[in-house]
């Protein structure tokens, strides 16, 4: 079965300082594509970023970044200035051609930001 | 505005009834998909349909139905087998392709008593 892993149930970081988020997932096909999700209270789904696994360069939108290392499976996300907006349940998912597009989910990780 | 759209926000139902759940997407998109979410569970998916007339079941498929009669359209009906049904139930849609995101509609939280 297709999988993906968020290793850690909660984190907490400083207004402005730095976060790192894991994702770890498991699938044997070459093509497919990342994602981190948010998810703030309102329980709106917002995509924050996403990444394709035949591009090297790691995906980057203003102060969210990743650092895809493909052949460990892994996928974290970096908060840099983190910010009191940015607290929320954060998910990570990825999608591939076998697994007929559908997008699977980690069970995701709380960040709250301390003021 | 374009646009996924769940009716109710909540929803409260006896045990033993069915309930629908409603989606509209005005985003023209192929693809949606029925999703639910439990505490510390993420989203598992009910039920995923690709193109009008035709659906597949996800992972947690026993216990709801779905239709797909009108791209627009993707109703959920929580039926009375399914033994747990009271969570947070999102729909989502999205273009065909692996790097197209999926956009979500609001959610309904649905409670059965």
């Known amino acids: 079965a297709q999988t993906v892993t968020q290793s850690q149930p909660e984190m907490s970081v400083q207004e402005a300082e730095t976060v790192t988020l894991s994702c770890t997932y498991d699938?044997?096909?070459?093509?497919?594509?990342l994602f981190w999700y948010k998810q703030p209270p309102s329980r709106q789904m917002i995509l924050v970023i996403r990444?394709?696994?035949?591009?090297?360069q790691n995906a980057t939108e203003n102060r969210f970044s990743v650092n895809f290392q493909k052949a460990a499976k892994s996928f974290s996300l970096k908060i840099s200035d983190s910010q009191l907006g940015d607290a929320a349940m954060y998910f990570c998912?990825?999608?591939?051609?076998?697994?007929?597009?559908?997008?699977?989910f980690g069970k995701g990780t709380k960040l709250t930001v301390n003021p | 505005d374009g646009g996924i759209t769940q009716s109710p926000k909540y929803l409260f139902r006896k045990e033993g009834q069915n309930v629908t759940l409603s989606c509209e997407q005005n985003?023209?998109?192929?693809?949606m998909y029925w999703y639910r979410q439990d505490p510390g569970q993420g989203l598992r998916l009910i039920y995923y349909?690709?193109?009008?007339?035709?659906?597949q079941k996800g992972d947690i498929a026993e216990g709801y139905s779905v239709s797909r009669e009108k791209k627009e359209s993707f109703p959920l009906t929580v039926t009375s087998a399914q033994k747990n049904p009271t969570a947070f139930y999102l729909c989502?849609?999205?273009?065909?392709?692996?790097?197209?995101?999926?956009?979500f509609g609001n959610g309904t939280r649905l409670t059965v008593t």
């Open positions: 998912a990825y999608r591939t051609q076998g697994g007929s597009e559908k997008l699977v």
């Open positions: 699938t044997s096909e070459s093509d497919y594509y």
């Open positions: 989502a849609s999205s273009s065909r392709g692996l790097g197209s995101p999926l956009h």
């Open positions: 990444q394709e696994a035949y591009k090297q």
């Open positions: 985003l023209n998109h192929d693809a």
């Open positions: 349909s690709q193109i009008v007339n035709d659906f």
